[in-house]
């Protein structure tokens, strides 16, 4: 049997050093027809000579001439890579595949047509390389799993977080899902992505950890969770909210309890989103003396005189 062909879209900017590591780890992959398309967006570090280090042909080098921010970059990856290999892997130039990621995941990919993407866990790296910790894959069950299933665990937070390198895609699923948008927040461009695949196909799982993802002072993670105040977590509850909807528009919500559900989880997470949106606008919402006003005047509505209850003051 002929291995199946994979098509690697690398982005890189102005990482050459981690670069480096992370091509090694990619051309060093088995038992798979490797193509590796390199994305550079306009680095003005060392990296034309990194790739030039590498003289393999699986590789070509694609450069822009200009920032084209980090969307763009993905968006040319899923159109260069879906256009050469029926599955493809969107990877960082910070993290590192370890050895069988690609076979092993192409392999559960064949065994599952259903499943549009396939998932592994990650070990979490520090800065250096060494190994911080194995990643949690919450409630995911091994194998195949049903993608609105796994759409739930999402909306209940019992999902496995999914860096970008743990997951391989189906391209001709990955193409109905439609490119990288981004319509809440710029760090969760990739789980807005991953959330469509899920809506449309299933989910195959491998709990066994198959790549590296590292954490480091620049990445734009790191960026993002120092200047963004607290609230970086506001874009993941919208992603969750628009995975509610996804549900909604599924045969799932023909079921009148199942609607209830989902409504009840569309509040929670609405009121949680307003948590987050307060500290950054705050006349957005009731100065402190009117909101206290009004939980008093509720509270008294609706609990008997007299009747004792406990009250957690957060700050």
């Known amino acids: 049997m002929a291995d199946p062909k994979v098509t690697v879209a690398l982005l890189t900017r102005n990482r050459a050093p981690l670069l480096r590591a992370a091509l090694a780890s990619v051309l060093a992959q088995r038992d798979v027809e490797l193509d590796v398309v390199l994305l550079d967006n306009a680095s003005t570090d060392d990296t034309p000579d990194v790739v030039r280090s590498f003289d393999d042909p699986r ?27 029926p599955l493809v892997s969107i990877f960082h130039d910070d993290d590192v595949m370890l050895p069988g990621f690609l076979a092993k995941s192409a392999r559960a990919l064949g065994q599952h ?46 999902c496995i977080e999914i860096p970008p390198p743990i997951v391989l895609f189906r391209g001709e699923v990955l193409l109905r899902a439609g490119f990288v948008d981004s319509p809440h927040a710029r760090g969760t461009i990739d789980m807005n992505l991953y959330y469509r695949t899920a809506s449309i196909s299933d989910v ?31 874009g993941t509850m919208a992603e969750r909210i628009d995975a509610i909807a996804y549900l909604l528009r599924s045969p799932r919500a023909a079921d009148p309890a199942y609607r209830a559900r989902l409504a009840a989880r569309l509040l929670s997470a609405h009121a949680h989103q307003s948590t987050a949106i ?9 100065a402190w003396d009117t909101r206290r006003a ?6 008294e509505a609706s609990l008997p005189p007299g009747e004792p209850f406990i009250l957690v003051d957060n700050g």
């Open 113 to 158: 047509p259903s499943a549009g993407m396939s998932l592994c866990l990650a070990q979490y790296t520090r800065q250096d390389g060494s190994v911080r910790e194995v990643q949690s894959a919450g409630d995911v069950k091994d194998g195949l799993n049903d993608g609105l299933d796994f759409l739930e665990l999402a909306v209940e937070g019992r």
């Open 278 to 286: 307060h500290p950054c606008v705050p006349q957005m919402y009731h």
């Open 204 to 234: 195959v799982f491998i709990r066994e950890p198959l790549v590296q993802y590292r954490s480091h002072d620049g990445s734009d993670t790191a960026l993002l969770n120092r200047t963004a105040d607290g609230t970086f977590w506001y």
């Open 294 to 299: 009004i939980f008093l005047e509720q509270l």
């Open 59 to 85: 590789l070509t080098y694609l450069r822009h001439e200009t920032d084209v921010g980090i969307v763009r970059n993905w968006n040319r990856g899923i159109r260069e890579a879906a256009a050469r290999s």
